[in-house]
């Protein structure tokens, strides 16, 4: 499987189930579509109906499902993503999450403005593991 030998860092760091569904999704799809960003973004997408993306990796999530309007579908397919945040949570979800990323001021913000801080927490996270990754090649 071509797929597995190229995983993304992110998914790289998450179990093995995260990865298997990437990559078989994936393949999949680069026989459907050709090896472009549309096969890429759909393993992306199957990856977040079963996992969520908390700091540098990612985890399985409480209930499987679309994790946001963009992963909902339907006609408008415009609308923006949360970036594996799994935005139809529950908000005591998602400060547990926020707490766990050592979100500042987390217990004051609405869901949506949780949603914003998870994500710019969860790419400072990757930044910096790829930032370690480099440091020690």
Avoid: C
């Avoid at 090896?35 to 990856?47: F, K, N, P, Y």
């Amino acid at each position: 499987m071509p797929a597995r030998e190229n995983l993304p860092s992110t998914i790289k760091r998450s179990p093995q189930k995260a990865q298997d569904t990437y990559a078989e999704t994936l393949d999949s799809a680069i026989e459907q579509y050709g090896d472009g960003e549309r096969a890429h973004r759909t393993a992306l997408s199957s990856l977040k109906h079963s996992f969520e993306k908390v700091g540098d990796h990612w985890e399985p999530k409480e209930k499987r499902g679309p994790s946001d309007a963009q992963a909902e579908g339907g006609v408008d397919t415009n609308r923006p993503t949360a970036g594996g945040v799994d935005a139809n949570a529950s908000k005591s979800h998602l400060l547990a999450i926020a707490k766990r990323l050592d979100v500042t001021g987390r217990s004051k913000m609405t869901k949506d403005e949780l949603v914003d801080a998870i994500q710019k927490a969860n790419a400072n996270a990757s930044r910096k593991a790829l930032d370690k990754e480099r440091d020690r090649k």
